[in-house]
């Protein structure tokens, strides 16, 4: 295993325990039972910082134009899945984002539409990390040259810095914890799935 992609899929693991959160959010808030928004945004926030910014600005920045440079096309096949997926997820955050505002001006009804966006989100990141984890990741392993590794190496521990830092990574693993506690929901389904919908 690479350490790149072992970072990567270290992240994806963390990432999936916060699905699992959103997913006991969802659960709790179909039974009509409270969410707080304080608990949503944390979890937004998390997604938008964590997954968003940090994760995914180290594949499209840095994993996906190693893996052009390397003769993967960016506009089809795998990697333009995983761009696509990307952008699909920054949508259901907008509507997440979009419904949590309406929740906190007081329109509780709402909240039936951030449990949409959110239960939306993790379906789809969910199954995006198992074609990353299962093949994304080893074609990746498979066609970049050793040197290439160390440079992304070096690479990602910049984004690494830049973006997230032990303290602030260590303050979002505490929060997953403390929302998987909150918000217990059965393990994710994650279907190795196939590159295509
Ligand atoms: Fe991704
Ligand atoms: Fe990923």
């Known amino acids: 295993m690479k350490p790149a992609i072992k970072e990567l899929m270290n992240d994806h693991q963390t990432i999936l ?23 949503l945004g944390a979890a937004l926030d998390f997604i938008k910082v964590f997954a968003d910014y940090a994760h995914h600005g180290k594949e ?9 440079e390397a003769g993967f096309p960016r ?11 990307h952008a699909q997820g920054r949508a259901y955050v907008q509507a997440l984002a979009a419904a949590l505002e309406r929740v906190r001006a007081g329109e509780t009804a709402a909240l039936k539409d951030a449990a949409r966006a959110a239960s939306g989100y993790s379906a789809l990141l969910s199954a995006h990390i198992g074609k990353e984890d299962n093949i994304l990741y080893p074609m990746a392993m498979e066609a970049l040259p050793e040197a290439r590794w160390e440079t992304l190496k070096t690479e990602f521990a910049r984004i690494e810095a830049e973006r997230m830092g032990p303290q602030r990574r260590a303050v979002y693993e505490a929060l997953v914890e403390r929302l998987l506690a909150a918000y217990p929901a ?12």
């Open 17 to 39: 325990r916060m699905l699992r959160a959103l997913n006991g959010m969802c659960l709790r808030l179909g039974e009509g039972k409270p969410v707080t928004t304080d608990d």
């Open 60 to 68: 499209e920045d840095l994993l996906f134009p190693a893996m052009e």
């Open 75 to 85: 506009d089809g096949g795998p990697i333009a899945v995983m761009l696509m997926e």
């Open 186 to 197: 059965p393990e994710l389904a994650r279907p190795a799935g196939g590159m295509c919908h």
